[in-house]
Protein backbone atom coordinates (compact mmCIF):
# COMPACT_ATOMS: atom_id res chain seq x y z
CA UNK A 1 0.00 0.00 0.00
CA UNK A 2 2.98 2.24 0.74
CA UNK A 3 4.61 1.91 -2.73
CA UNK A 4 1.00 2.19 -4.43
CA UNK A 5 1.00 5.50 -2.50
CA UNK A 6 4.40 6.74 -3.39
CA UNK A 7 4.07 5.89 -7.13
CA UNK A 8 0.92 8.04 -7.42
CA UNK A 9 1.90 10.55 -4.79
CA UNK A 10 2.03 13.73 -7.65
CA UNK A 11 -1.69 12.47 -8.66
CA UNK A 12 -2.87 12.27 -4.45
CA UNK A 13 -1.40 15.99 -3.96
CA UNK A 14 -2.59 16.83 -7.54
CA UNK A 15 0.82 17.81 -8.99
CA UNK A 16 1.90 19.78 -5.82
CA UNK A 17 4.85 17.44 -5.04
CA UNK A 18 7.13 16.58 -7.82
CA UNK A 19 9.06 13.81 -6.94
CA UNK A 20 12.12 13.37 -9.39
CA UNK A 21 12.65 10.09 -11.19
CA UNK A 22 15.66 8.58 -9.35
CA UNK A 23 13.69 8.95 -6.19
CA UNK A 24 11.63 6.12 -7.45
CA UNK A 25 14.44 4.10 -7.98
CA UNK A 26 15.98 4.74 -4.80
CA UNK A 27 12.53 3.61 -3.07
CA UNK A 28 12.39 0.59 -5.45
CA UNK A 29 16.05 -0.63 -4.52
CA UNK A 30 15.62 0.35 -1.01
CA UNK A 31 12.85 -1.99 -0.38
CA UNK A 32 14.58 -4.60 -2.83
CA UNK A 33 17.78 -4.55 -0.47
CA UNK A 34 16.36 -4.66 2.21
CA UNK A 35 14.09 -7.42 1.68
CA UNK A 36 15.93 -9.93 -0.81
CA UNK A 37 18.84 -9.77 1.86
CA UNK A 38 17.70 -11.01 5.53
CA UNK A 39 20.82 -10.76 7.15
CA UNK A 40 20.75 -7.55 7.00
CA UNK A 41 18.40 -7.00 9.92
CA UNK A 42 21.80 -7.74 11.69
CA UNK A 43 23.09 -4.91 10.87
CA UNK A 44 22.57 -1.35 12.77
CA UNK A 45 19.69 0.29 10.97
CA UNK A 46 21.25 3.98 10.74
CA UNK A 47 24.20 2.39 9.22
CA UNK A 48 21.98 1.20 6.71
CA UNK A 49 20.13 4.63 6.08
CA UNK A 50 23.69 6.87 6.30
CA UNK A 51 24.33 4.66 3.27
CA UNK A 52 21.34 4.98 1.01
CA UNK A 53 20.75 8.68 2.51
CA UNK A 54 24.43 9.29 1.17
CA UNK A 55 23.94 7.82 -1.78
CA UNK A 56 20.64 9.60 -3.11
CA UNK A 57 22.61 12.94 -1.93
CA UNK A 58 25.70 12.28 -4.22
CA UNK A 59 23.08 11.41 -7.07
CA UNK A 60 20.76 14.15 -6.60
CA UNK A 61 24.15 16.86 -6.71
CA UNK A 62 25.71 14.88 -9.43
CA UNK A 63 22.68 15.30 -11.67
CA UNK A 64 20.90 18.67 -10.55
CA UNK A 65 24.77 20.35 -9.75
CA UNK A 66 23.29 22.13 -6.61
CA UNK A 67 23.87 22.12 -3.14
CA UNK A 68 22.46 19.85 -0.84
CA UNK A 69 20.49 23.10 0.64
CA UNK A 70 19.90 24.86 -2.37
CA UNK A 71 15.89 25.74 -3.25
CA UNK A 72 14.72 22.25 -3.16
CA UNK A 73 15.74 21.51 0.15
CA UNK A 74 12.16 20.69 1.15
CA UNK A 75 11.77 18.75 -1.72
CA UNK A 76 14.45 16.90 -0.90
CA UNK A 77 13.63 16.36 2.85
CA UNK A 78 10.42 14.71 1.28
CA UNK A 79 12.11 12.26 -1.31
CA UNK A 80 14.67 11.18 1.80
CA UNK A 81 11.76 10.75 3.71
CA UNK A 82 9.89 8.51 1.12
CA UNK A 83 13.30 6.14 1.17
CA UNK A 84 13.63 6.07 4.67
CA UNK A 85 9.87 5.03 5.64
CA UNK A 86 10.35 2.50 2.49
CA UNK A 87 13.15 0.70 4.83
CA UNK A 88 11.32 0.62 7.65
CA UNK A 89 8.54 -0.72 6.38
CA UNK A 90 10.55 -3.22 4.43
CA UNK A 91 12.41 -3.95 7.66
CA UNK A 92 9.16 -4.30 9.75
CA UNK A 93 8.43 -6.78 6.73
CA UNK A 94 12.07 -8.43 6.73
CA UNK A 95 11.86 -9.21 10.31
CA UNK A 96 8.35 -10.98 10.43
CA UNK A 97 9.49 -13.35 7.67
CA UNK A 98 12.54 -14.35 9.63
CA UNK A 99 10.23 -14.79 12.69
CA UNK A 100 8.00 -17.42 10.45
CA UNK A 101 11.11 -18.85 9.54
CA UNK A 102 13.02 -19.53 12.55
CA UNK A 103 9.58 -21.42 13.73
CA UNK A 104 9.45 -23.19 10.47
CA UNK A 105 13.06 -24.22 11.77
CA UNK A 106 12.61 -24.96 14.90
CA UNK A 107 9.13 -27.04 14.31
CA UNK A 108 11.04 -28.97 11.37
CA UNK A 109 14.27 -29.90 13.42
CA UNK A 110 13.11 -30.70 16.43
CA UNK A 111 12.13 -33.88 14.67
CA UNK A 112 15.75 -34.41 13.17
CA UNK A 113 18.25 -33.01 15.04
CA UNK A 114 19.64 -29.88 14.42
CA UNK A 115 21.77 -28.05 12.06
CA UNK A 116 25.25 -29.44 11.39
CA UNK A 117 28.13 -27.78 13.05
CA UNK A 118 30.02 -25.40 11.08
CA UNK A 119 33.94 -25.96 9.85
CA UNK A 120 34.76 -22.82 11.13
CA UNK A 121 33.67 -23.57 14.74
CA UNK A 122 35.00 -27.01 14.79
CA UNK A 123 38.18 -26.90 12.53
CA UNK A 124 40.15 -26.02 16.05
CA UNK A 125 39.18 -29.88 17.34
CA UNK A 126 39.83 -30.99 14.27
CA UNK A 127 43.12 -29.48 14.20
CA UNK A 128 44.19 -30.69 17.38
CA UNK A 129 43.52 -34.31 16.78
CA UNK A 130 45.77 -33.65 13.85
CA UNK A 131 48.61 -32.21 16.32
CA UNK A 132 47.85 -35.14 18.36
CA UNK A 133 48.59 -37.55 15.54
CA UNK A 134 52.39 -35.74 14.32
CA UNK A 135 53.01 -35.29 17.82
CA UNK A 136 52.57 -39.48 18.63
CA UNK A 137 53.00 -40.60 15.83
CA UNK A 138 49.77 -42.26 15.52
CA UNK A 139 47.61 -42.35 12.12
CA UNK A 140 44.66 -40.26 11.28
CA UNK A 141 42.22 -40.15 8.41
CA UNK A 142 40.08 -37.18 7.06
CA UNK A 143 36.79 -37.80 5.09
CA UNK A 144 35.19 -35.53 2.72
CA UNK A 145 31.20 -35.79 1.91
CA UNK A 146 30.09 -34.12 -0.78
CA UNK A 147 26.04 -33.53 -0.91
CA UNK A 148 24.70 -32.91 -4.20
CA UNK A 149 21.54 -30.57 -4.16
CA UNK A 150 20.24 -31.96 -7.30
CA UNK A 151 20.25 -35.41 -5.34
CA UNK A 152 18.33 -34.04 -1.81
CA UNK A 153 14.60 -35.61 -2.21
CA UNK A 154 13.19 -35.53 1.30
CA UNK A 155 9.58 -36.80 2.03
CA UNK A 156 8.77 -33.63 5.15
CA UNK A 157 5.80 -33.85 7.08
CA UNK A 158 2.56 -33.07 5.35
CA UNK A 159 1.48 -30.00 8.19
CA UNK A 160 4.60 -28.30 7.09
CA UNK A 161 5.23 -29.40 3.98
CA UNK A 162 4.76 -26.15 1.78
CA UNK A 163 6.43 -24.40 4.08
CA UNK A 164 9.44 -26.14 4.27
CA UNK A 165 9.92 -26.48 0.40
CA UNK A 166 12.30 -23.91 0.59
CA UNK A 167 14.18 -25.07 3.70
CA UNK A 168 14.52 -28.87 2.16
CA UNK A 169 18.07 -28.84 1.42
CA UNK A 170 18.89 -27.69 5.63
CA UNK A 171 16.48 -30.12 6.30
CA UNK A 172 18.45 -32.75 4.76
CA UNK A 173 21.59 -31.58 6.18
CA UNK A 174 20.74 -31.83 9.66
CA UNK A 175 19.09 -35.58 8.62
CA UNK A 176 22.50 -36.52 7.49
CA UNK A 177 24.97 -34.79 10.65
CA UNK A 178 22.34 -36.85 12.53
CA UNK A 179 22.71 -39.67 10.42
CA UNK A 180 26.43 -39.24 10.42
CA UNK A 181 26.76 -38.76 14.26
CA UNK A 182 25.10 -42.18 15.63
CA UNK A 183 27.60 -44.10 13.16
CA UNK A 184 30.70 -42.70 14.73
CA UNK A 185 31.76 -42.95 17.57
CA UNK A 186 31.95 -39.40 20.54
CA UNK A 187 35.63 -38.47 19.49
CA UNK A 188 35.37 -38.15 15.90
CA UNK A 189 34.22 -34.45 14.74
CA UNK A 190 32.16 -33.98 12.09
CA UNK A 191 31.53 -30.60 10.16
CA UNK A 192 29.88 -28.52 7.54
CA UNK A 193 32.77 -26.95 5.01
CA UNK A 194 30.18 -24.92 1.95
CA UNK A 195 28.00 -28.02 1.29
CA UNK A 196 30.49 -30.74 2.52
CA UNK A 197 30.63 -32.88 5.72
CA UNK A 198 34.50 -33.37 6.73
CA UNK A 199 34.90 -35.92 9.10
CA UNK A 200 38.25 -36.43 10.96
CA UNK A 201 38.73 -39.86 12.38
CA UNK A 202 41.62 -40.69 14.41
CA UNK A 203 43.55 -43.74 15.22
CA UNK A 204 41.65 -44.81 11.26
CA UNK A 205 43.97 -45.76 8.64
CA UNK A 206 44.38 -46.37 4.85
CA UNK A 207 43.23 -49.73 5.43
CA UNK A 208 40.01 -49.07 7.26
CA UNK A 209 38.87 -45.58 5.98
CA UNK A 210 37.70 -46.46 2.56
CA UNK A 211 35.55 -49.34 3.79
CA UNK A 212 33.95 -46.54 6.39
CA UNK A 213 33.42 -43.83 4.34
CA UNK A 214 31.39 -46.60 1.75
CA UNK A 215 29.58 -48.07 4.85
CA UNK A 216 28.41 -43.88 5.63
CA UNK A 217 27.76 -43.36 2.28
CA UNK A 218 25.60 -46.51 1.88
CA UNK A 219 23.38 -45.49 5.08
CA UNK A 220 22.85 -42.17 4.61
CA UNK A 221 21.80 -43.20 0.89
CA UNK A 222 19.50 -45.96 2.47
CA UNK A 223 17.87 -43.56 5.40
CA UNK A 224 17.89 -39.98 3.40
CA UNK A 225 17.92 -41.11 0.23
CA UNK A 226 20.68 -38.54 -0.98
CA UNK A 227 23.61 -39.72 -2.95
CA UNK A 228 26.96 -38.46 -1.38
CA UNK A 229 30.80 -38.17 -3.23
CA UNK A 230 33.37 -39.32 -1.06
CA UNK A 231 36.93 -38.19 -0.74
CA UNK A 232 39.65 -39.21 1.26
CA UNK A 233 42.65 -37.99 2.86
CA UNK A 234 45.38 -40.12 5.31
CA UNK A 235 47.89 -38.68 7.76
CA UNK A 236 50.54 -39.35 7.26
CA UNK A 237 50.65 -41.02 4.22
CA UNK A 238 49.26 -38.03 1.75
CA UNK A 239 49.37 -34.81 3.96
CA UNK A 240 50.98 -33.62 6.87
CA UNK A 241 49.05 -30.69 7.89
CA UNK A 242 45.25 -30.31 8.47
CA UNK A 243 44.50 -28.06 5.52
CA UNK A 244 46.05 -29.92 3.28
CA UNK A 245 44.28 -32.80 4.32
CA UNK A 246 40.67 -31.39 4.61
CA UNK A 247 41.43 -29.70 0.93
CA UNK A 248 42.43 -32.89 -0.70
CA UNK A 249 39.85 -34.80 0.57
CA UNK A 250 37.38 -32.39 -0.87
CA UNK A 251 39.21 -32.13 -3.97
CA UNK A 252 39.15 -36.40 -4.45
CA UNK A 253 34.65 -35.41 -3.39
CA UNK A 254 34.34 -32.98 -6.24
CA UNK A 255 36.43 -34.91 -8.64
CA UNK A 256 34.59 -38.30 -8.28
CA UNK A 257 32.95 -40.61 -6.32
CA UNK A 258 34.99 -43.45 -4.89
CA UNK A 259 34.16 -47.09 -6.04
CA UNK A 260 30.95 -48.38 -3.57
CA UNK A 261 32.41 -51.39 -1.41
CA UNK A 262 30.57 -54.57 -1.25
CA UNK A 263 28.82 -53.63 2.12
CA UNK A 264 25.82 -56.00 1.38
CA UNK A 265 26.40 -58.60 3.71
CA UNK A 266 26.67 -56.47 6.26
CA UNK A 267 23.52 -54.15 7.44
CA UNK A 268 24.21 -50.27 7.96
CA UNK A 269 23.99 -50.71 12.19
CA UNK A 270 27.25 -52.58 11.91
CA UNK A 271 29.07 -49.08 11.38
CA UNK A 272 30.15 -48.25 14.97
CA UNK A 273 31.61 -51.96 15.49
CA UNK A 274 34.06 -51.24 11.97
CA UNK A 275 34.58 -47.91 13.20
Not at 72 to 95: C, E, K, M, S, Y
Not at 138 to 149: E, G, N, T
Not at 183 to 196: H, R
Not at 206 to 230: D, G, T
Request: proline share 4%; hydrophobic share 45%.
Amino acid sequence: MWLVFVYNIERVSQSVITMHSYTYVFVLVMAAFTLLLPKLSNFSLSILFVIFINLFLLLKIYWQHEGILGQNFPLTVTQLGAILLTGLLARQVNHGLLEIENIITEITFSRVGGLPKSFLLEQGKMYSEVKRARRYNRPLSVIALQVDDKNIDIILPKMVEEAQQAMMKEYAFASIARTLGDNTYDFDTIALYDDCFILVLPEVTQERVSAIAQRLKKVVKEKINVELQVGLAVYPDEAITFESLVELAKQKANQQPLAETDVTTEPPSSIIQEI
